[in-house]
């Protein structure tokens, strides 16, 4: 592998990449993802190409298989990648065009390694962790990072973590490889505040950038993560024990909306210090398009409840780029949104009155399985009976079908292929090419695919377009045999695939604003570009709610 050779150089060997690697230390969950995202759309508004890369230290292939309650969302790239849900921080933060190379793990690395080793590529030689792992994940980092002026790579997991180790030597390695004027380490860590001694606490700090430089690595920045403002005695004193100057301590305070921080960040001089450090020359920071959504989400003009049903609610990562595509949707209608999670197995048709009778909005999102899901179809029957604004995703948009076949056009024993498999009603079935799937890793439908909007639709006006292209994440269709019931009712495809087969969008004449879609389109939602449906779903909401008071 000739990896000096090309380290560091743009496609067309001109100037040089230059790298930022963020790893964390002390807890997990520390912010790592959201702080390199922040970092990302601060260069941006510097004029500066950004790429963004995950390494994910686990053995699984990717998330896919995956409980969300174990590692929250899964995010899909275009090109059908199932990633990390930090890379949905990564494009709602940058332009940053993320694809299946901007994630990669463990499992990954090692595959790739093992089946080079299968096909003779080393030669008969002994493979082992150094070289051949790290030259891999050295190897995936330039792949990831062509074309860009910044690269930034998040390290998964936190420091001392066994699983994380050929990752920090990679990194180790790589700043010899391109020299210390092209990369930077900023480490995020936990200053904790004892209330009892009512002290910020410096020492899980120091012990986190100790075993840090233990393996050879120096950060250059330290990310301090606080909820209490630092005192020049505190950063000093990290300053001090960790070995770098004063000026390269910031702190990340808790804040009450994410979309602060690129701004907080470069209110303490963050991307002045990174962009001194690489040696870059940039244009001065422009941060109209930022100060513009905070002022929105500060001073909105209405305020609405809207209620997700659904059954992943342990942890909310587990629906995060949904309750952050709702977010956008209020910025774009100058609305706050109080976002209630329900959980699907606690409502029934007896009590949904009382449950979502306060709501302005419901959603039900996507999952799998069949549990909880008569609650999600109660929710979906009061959203329709009581022109409650409704968007059902994916799993949604099939229950939304099922509840109106049972409900409406009196289909008794409609079903899912997926939950009866042996049902003579099928109005939700397994699509063709998903019959004799062995392998659940990676084998849905995934990725981008084109979608025809049909005219005269509230789907046409949300999107003002003839053909759109969203993401996918499922194996089960609505039944094409079903359709002409449905429209002759008023349930119309809006929708569909370019060949005509797939149903993408459905939604219900006579109901204000009652939508169902195939794909997920939160995943393609930015504060700076709010997703179509988001946008519409809370204008409807808006003005039903100004109709009632």
Same mark, same amino acid.
């Given at each position: 592998?000739?990896?000096?050779?090309?380290?560091?150089?743009?496609?067309?060997?001109?100037?040089?990449?230059?790298?930022?690697?963020?790893?964390?230390?002390?807890?997990?969950?520390?912010?790592?993802?959201?702080?390199?995202?922040?970092?990302?759309?601060?260069?941006? +508004?510097?004029?500066l190409r950004v790429s963004m890369t995950k390494m994910d230290p686990y053995i699984n292939v990717d998330p896919g298989t995956?409980?969300?309650?174990?590692?929250?969302?899964?995010?899909?790239?275009?090109?059908?990648?199932?990633?990390?849900?930090?890379?949905?921080?990564?494009?709602?933060? +940058?332009?940053?065009?993320?694809?299946?190379?901007?994630?990669?793990?463990?499992?990954?690395?090692?595959?790739?390694?093992?089946? /080079?080793?299968?096909?003779?590529?080393?030669?008969?030689?002994?493979? *082992?962790?150094?070289?051949?792992?790290?030259?891999?994940?050295?190897?995936?980092?330039?792949?990831?990072? =062509?074309?860009?002026?910044?690269?930034?790579?998040?390290?998964?997991?936190?420091?001392?973590?066994?699983?994380?180790?050929?990752?920090?030597?990679?990194?180790?390695?790589?700043?010899?490889?391109?020299?210390?004027?092209?990369?930077?380490?900023?480490?995020? +860590?936990?200053?904790?505040?004892?209330?009892?001694?009512?002290?910020?606490?410096?020492?899980?700090?120091?012990?986190?950038?100790?075993?840090?430089?233990?393996?050879?690595? $120096?950060?250059? !920045?330290?990310?301090?993560?606080?909820?209490?403002?630092?005192?020049?005695?505190?950063?000093?004193? !990290?300053?001090?024990?960790?070995?770098?100057?004063?000026?390269?301590?910031?702190?990340?305070?808790?804040?009450?909306?994410?979309?602060?921080?690129? &701004?907080?960040?470069?209110? $303490?001089?963050?991307?002045?210090? !990174?962009?001194?450090?690489?040696?870059?020359? +940039?244009?001065?920071?422009?941060?109209?398009?930022?100060? /513009?959504?905070? =002022?929105?989400?500060?001073?909105?003009?209405?305020?609405?409840?809207?209620?997700?049903?659904?059954?992943?609610?342990?942890?909310?990562?587990?629906?995060?780029?949904? #309750?952050?595509?709702?977010?956008?949707?209020?910025?774009?209608?100058?609305?706050?949104?109080?976002?209630? %999670?329900?959980?699907?197995?606690?409502?029934?048709?007896?009590?949904?009155?009382?449950?979502?009778?306060?709501?302005?909005?419901?959603?039900?999102?996507? %999952?799998?399985?069949?549990?909880?899901?008569?609650?999600?179809?109660?929710?979906?029957?009061?959203?329709?009976?009581?022109?409650?604004?409704?968007?059902? &995703?994916?799993?949604?948009?099939?229950?939304?079908?099922?509840? #109106?076949?049972?409900?409406?056009?009196?289909?008794?024993?409609?079903?899912?292929?997926?939950?009866?498999?042996?049902? /003579?009603?099928?109005?939700?079935?397994?699509?063709?090419? *998903?019959?004799?799937?062995?392998?659940?890793?990676?084998?849905?439908?995934?990725?981008? #695919?084109?979608?025809?909007?049909?005219?005269?639709?509230?789907? #046409?006006?949300?999107?003002?377009?003839?053909? &759109?292209?969203?993401?996918?994440?499922?194996?089960?269709?609505?039944?094409?045999?079903?359709?002409?019931?449905?429209?002759?009712?008023?349930?119309?495809?809006?929708?569909?695939?370019?060949?005509?087969?797939?149903?993408?969008?459905? =939604?219900?004449?006579?109901?204000?604003?009652?939508?169902?879609?195939?794909?997920?389109?939160?995943?393609?939602?930015?504060?700076? $570009?709010?997703?179509?449906?988001? /946008?519409?779903?809370?204008?409807?909401?808006?003005?039903?709610? *100004?109709?009632?008071?």
């Amino acid at each position: 592998m000739q990896f000096q050779q090309k380290a560091g150089v743009r496609r067309g060997g001109q100037h040089p990449t230059k790298y930022i690697f963020v790893t964390g230390g002390v807890v997990s969950s520390i912010g790592k993802g959201l702080a390199a995202a922040s970092l990302g759309a601060l260069l941006e +508004t510097r004029g500066l190409r950004v790429s963004m890369t995950k390494m994910d230290p686990y053995i699984n292939v990717d998330p896919g298989t995956m409980s969300p309650f174990q590692h929250g969302e899964v995010f899909v790239t275009d090109d059908g990648a199932e990633t990390d849900l930090d890379l949905g921080h990564y494009q709602r933060f +940058t332009r940053a065009n993320l694809a299946k190379r901007n994630s990669f793990t463990t499992g990954q690395v090692y595959d790739t390694v093992i089946n /080079r080793e299968r096909r003779g590529d080393y030669l008969g030689g002994t493979v *082992q962790v150094i070289p051949h792992i790290t030259d891999q994940i050295k190897a995936n980092i330039v792949h990831s990072s =062509e074309g860009a002026d910044v690269s930034i790579v998040e390290v998964g997991g936190t420091i001392g973590d066994i699983e994380s180790l050929p990752f920090l030597e990679a990194i180790r390695q790589f700043r010899n490889d391109v020299g210390k004027e092209n990369s930077l380490f900023i480490h995020v +860590t936990l200053v904790p505040y004892i209330r009892a001694a009512g002290e910020l606490k410096t020492k899980p700090t120091q012990h986190s950038v100790k075993e840090l430089r233990s393996i050879g690595i $120096q950060p250059d !920045i330290l990310i301090c993560r606080a909820d209490q403002p630092m005192s020049q005695d505190v950063r000093e004193k !990290i300053s001090l024990f960790c070995n770098l100057d004063r000026e390269c301590v910031f702190e990340a305070l808790d804040v009450d909306n994410i979309y602060k921080m690129p &701004i907080i960040y470069h209110e $303490q001089g963050l991307d002045a210090r !990174i962009a001194e450090h690489l040696g870059i020359w +940039t244009a001065q920071p422009n941060l109209e398009e930022w100060n /513009r959504i905070i =002022e929105r989400l500060e001073k909105p003009r209405h305020s609405l409840r809207v209620g997700v049903v659904g059954k992943y609610l342990g942890v909310r990562d587990s629906y995060k780029s949904l #309750y952050e595509a709702l977010t956008h949707g209020g910025i774009a209608n100058e609305a706050s949104i109080e976002i209630v %999670g329900l959980d699907s197995e606690q409502i029934s048709a007896a009590n949904a009155s009382e449950t979502l009778g306060d709501f302005d909005a419901i959603i039900v999102p996507g %999952g799998f399985g069949d549990r909880g899901v008569l609650g999600k179809m109660s929710a979906i029957q009061f959203a329709r009976e009581n022109k409650v604004p409704f968007l059902g &995703i994916c799993l949604g948009m099939q229950l939304s079908c099922l509840e #109106y076949a049972r409900n409406v056009l009196k289909i008794a024993d409609a079903n899912s292929e997926e939950f009866d498999p042996q049902s /003579r009603n099928k109005v939700i079935h397994l699509m063709e090419s *998903q019959q004799n799937v062995e392998r659940k890793g990676g084998s849905m439908r995934l990725g981008a #695919y084109d979608c025809i909007v049909r005219r005269t639709t509230n789907a #046409y006006t949300a999107y003002a377009a003839d053909r &759109i292209s969203e993401r996918h994440r499922h194996r089960y269709e609505f039944n094409p045999e079903f359709r002409s019931r449905f429209e002759d009712s008023g349930f119309l495809v809006s929708g569909e695939s370019p060949d005509g087969t797939l149903a993408e969008m459905m =939604e219900l004449s006579g109901h204000p604003w009652f939508m169902g879609c195939q794909f997920h389109p939160e995943l393609k939602s930015r504060p700076t $570009q709010p997703h179509p449906l988001f /946008r519409e779903l809370i204008s409807a909401a808006v003005k039903r709610k *100004q109709l009632r008071d």
